[in-house]
Nanobody, 114 residues
C-alpha cells in the first residue's frame, strides 16, 4: 500500500524558513516524478514544484528562487526547502507521486505571519 506522509510544517515569521518532508512507503520513489502542491483557504490547489527522476526541477513563478525541491532516494523522501517565506505562502502543502495513478499525502500546514 502506497503512503505519502508530509511533515515539517508549522508557524513561522515572514522571512523565515521551513523544510518540508514527504516520506514514501510501499513504493520506491526513485523512478517517479514527485510534486509539491499547496492550497490556501478559499483558493484552488496550485502547483509549487516538481522533481524528475533525473533530478531536473521545475518551479512555479511565485516560489522560484526561494524554494528548492530535492529528493533522497536512499531515504525514499522528497523535500521542499522554503526560504524567505511570505504571508502569501500560507497554505496546506501536499506532495504527489505521479504515475499511472497519482498518490497524494495528507498535507502539512504552513502558516507565515508578518
Amino acid at each position: 500500500q502506497v503512503q505519502l506522509v508530509e511533515s515539517g510544517g508549522g508557524l513561522v515569521q515572514a522571512g523565515g524558513s521551513l523544510r518540508l518532508s514527504c516520506a514514501a512507503s510501499g513504493v520506491t520513489i526513485s523512478t517517479y516524478v514527485m510534486d509539491w502542491f499547496r492550497q490556501a483557504p478559499g483558493k484552488e490547489r496550485e502547483f509549487v514544484a516538481r522533481i524528475f527522476p533525473n533530478g531536473e526541477t521545475v518551479y512555479s513563478d511565485s516560489v522560484k528562487g526561494r524554494f528548492t525541491i530535492s529528493r533522497d532516494n536512499a531515504k525514499n523522501t522528497v523535500y521542499l526547502q522554503m526560504n524567505s517565506l511570505k504571508p502569501e505562502d500560507t497554505a496546506v502543502y501536499s506532495c504527489r507521486m505521479s504515475g499511472s495513478r497519482n498518490y497524494w499525502g495528507q498535507g502539512t500546514q504552513v502558516t507565515v505571519f508578518s
